[in-house]
Nanobody, 122 residues
Framework: QVQLVESGGGLVQAGGSLRLSCAAS????????MGWFRQAPGKEREYVAR????????TYADSVKGRFTISRDNAKNTVYLQMNSLRPEDTAVYYC???????????????WGQGTQVTVSS
């Protein structure tokens, strides 16, 4: 059974930082691309960042480029999202996802975590 478990969310002031983690089990982790998505209240889920199985390629949504960094440790079956210079508009539930197609759309991912809340106060 595949499980993705996010952690690291919380409340932070604007300009602050958080590091999200997503621990995976039940799948050949290094064979899967990993993505982070987020969903704010009343809005659709949106792509944030993705990383290829080897970790050698990463891409970001324009809204987070230069502020967020995605990385992975295949020995620990974990993917991270380092979030710096946080803004109130970054407030959302953040989800990690695993998929072989490694796209920027939700449908490109096969497995999802339960989400972790990030709240940025102004």
């Amino acid at each position: 059974q595949v499980q993705l478990v996010e952690s690291g969310g919380g409340l932070v002031q604007a300009g602050g930082s958080l590091r999200l983690s997503c621990a995976a089990s039940g799948l050949p982790f290094s064979s899967y691309g990993m993505g982070w998505f987020r969903q704010a209240p009343g809005k659709e889920r949106e792509y944030v960042a993705r990383i290829v199985g080897s970790g050698g390629i990463t891409t970001y949504a324009d809204s987070v480029k230069g502020r967020f960094t995605i990385s992975r440790d295949n020995a620990k079956n974990t993917v991270y999202l380092q979030m710096n210079s946080l803004r109130p508009e970054d407030t959302a539930v953040y989800y990690c996802a695993a998929g072989r197609r490694w796209g920027t759309m939700s449908r490109d991912y096969d497995y999802w975590g339960q989400g972790t809340q990030v709240t940025v106060s102004s």
